[in-house]
């Protein structure tokens, strides 16, 4: 209808010709949900949108320091580092409280922007419990953005309350529809992975939601160093001159007893008293921390891997043979035979994908599977993610329709928007096909609804899609030809 116009002069009427067209959402954008140090409310988990590892210690802090000390031995004039319990500290060990880390490893694999669920206060002496992730879940209902969901400090809960969280994390990606859980796969008891290891790390997960998840394992050795604060770190076995002075200028130090001081024995110094009093032990023994490096659950890298290669190279790309960044090996190595057997499960279908150490190649991620490993639809990570995109793309795009007139101009405009979609898909190389019509169909109007569901208000919609798949399995065969 043109509009009326009473005063003269000179209008400019603007006419779109242009049919509306779907708008993709982000891929991979991820939530991690886990302790922090400041920034979280003991009464309800916190959700922030970061954009890089700064912008969450600006919000949320580093990681609690690493709970260490180091013990002098005069004799061999060497140090030892130890645990709270005096334990010796391998030169590779898992932190208490894994976010920051895991923040950071997600970071240095090419991830982007991310969402943070504090689910709590870090406190290295005490882990976090199941009912604080599963009340993370809940509130991370409330935003549409995050498309993966990842829980690396699960991991440090006993395995019936990992088993909860998987769980309920998988619950909630069917539920909100347009979600993917990245897992880790719990460490088996024994250095040797055995056929039972396996089967118990596919327990925990449980058997439902199978499609909306994958798994992977071992865990990893990183290039990242603990986070240590010099003013708690004790140096035992080693006598300073002047330990009244340098006592006082630790800040955090132990103060002497009152027993100790009748006695005239010297408190524990610590490390950042021997920078300006002891500089040799104080540089040795930094240079000892130096070396030590962190393990880590495999999500956080996986996670930045699928962003990288979603931006790279599009969301039906697997992503595997990948190699992953700050990784200087697997926890375990494994083996053709073993993953054979975490890759395919004949009974339950439960695929772990492995990550795996390559001559010359680094550390690969190879495995490209769901959870739902024996189902021909959602096999595969890429398969799964795309219909993900695809059907949230065109859900939002096609909500211009609703309480529109169900009739032929709005079915139209309906299937002209998705076949554009599709068709710009297919060219990009994500559907199968070496023809549109063989790629993908979207059918609308009478072939998909009944006068009756017309006349209540039902615009359905189907769509065929033939994605692509990856080429998992690729067999060479050589014959000798024989001189006639």
């Known amino acids: 209808m043109s509009p009326t116009y009473q005063t003269p002069g000179v209008y400019v009427e603007e006419i779109s010709t242009l049919p509306p067209s779907v708008a993709e959402i982000g891929t991979a954008i991820p939530a991690f949900l886990g302790t922090t140090t400041t920034g979280y409310n003991s009464l309800m988990p916190v959700v922030q949108e970061i954009n890089s590892l700064r912008e969450f210690e600006e919000r949320f802090g580093r990681a609690p320091a690493t709970q260490w000390k180091v013990s002098f031995n005069k004799e061999k004039g060497s140090y030892t580092i130890v645990d709270q319990t005096g334990n010796p500290v391998d030169r ?50 409330q935003y549409d953005e995050p498309t993966l969901i990842v829980i690396p400090e699960a991991t440090k809960l006993s395995n019936n309350d990992y088993s909860n969280v998987c769980q309920e994390a998988l619950k909630h990606a069917e539920d909100m529809k347009d979600r993917f859980v990245v897992l880790d796969a719990m460490p088996p008891a024994s250095q040797t992975l055995s056929n039972k290891d396996i089967q118990e790390m596919r327990q925990l997960i449980g058997s439902k939601c199978l499609d909306r998840g994958a798994l992977y394992y071992p865990f990893l050795r990183t290039t990242l160093a603990h986070h240590i604060d010099e003013t708690k770190i004790k140096v035992t076995g080693l006598t300073i001159t002047d330990a009244s002075s340098t006592t006082a200028a630790s800040g955090d130090a132990e103060k002497p007893s009152s027993s100790s001081a009748e006695k005239g024995s010297a408190p524990v110094p610590t490390l950042d008293s021997l920078a300006n009093k002891e500089t040799i032990h104080y540089n040795q023994i930094k240079k000892l921390l130096g070396y030590q490096r962190v393990i880590l659950p495999p999500s956080a890298a996986i996670t930045g891997a699928i962003a990288s290669v979603d931006r790279e190279r599009g969301v039906w790309k697997a992503p595997a043979n990948v190699g992953l960044q700050a990784v200087i090996a697997p926890v375990q190595q494994v083996t053709d035979e073993q993953q054979g057997q975490l890759n395919i499960d004949a009974e339950t279908g439960k695929s772990i994908n492995a990550i795996r150490s390559f001559t010359g190649k680094g550390t690969l991620v190879w495995g490209a599977r769901t959870l739902a490993g024996n189902d ?109």
């Open 92 to 141: 590779f060990s898992e932190p208490a409280c894994l976010l920051w880390y895991a923040i950071d490893h997600y970071f240095r694999n090419g991830g982007s922007r991310c969402y943070v669920v504090s689910v709590g206060p870090a406190n290295p002496d005490s882990p976090p419990e199941a009912d604080q992730f599963i009340k993370g879940l809940e509130a991370l209902k």
């Open 376 to 484: 021909n639809e959602w096999r595969y990570i890429s398969v799964r993610r795309l219909f993900i995109t695809i059907e949230e793309s065109v859900k939002k795009a096609t909500e211009f329709a609703v309480y529109e007139a169900n009739d032929t101009s709005t079915w139209l405009k309906v299937k002209g928007m998705i076949d554009s979609y599709l068709y710009t898909l297919w060219e990009r190389g994500a559907l199968r096909g070496t023809k549109a019509e063989e790629a993908y169909f979207v059918n609308v109007g009478t072939k998909t609804m009944t006068p009756d569901e017309i006349l209540n208000g039902y615009l359905i919609v189907e769509i065929g899609l033939a994605a692509v798949r990856p080429a998992e399995f690729i067999i060479l065969r050589f014959s000798h030809k024989v001189n006639q």
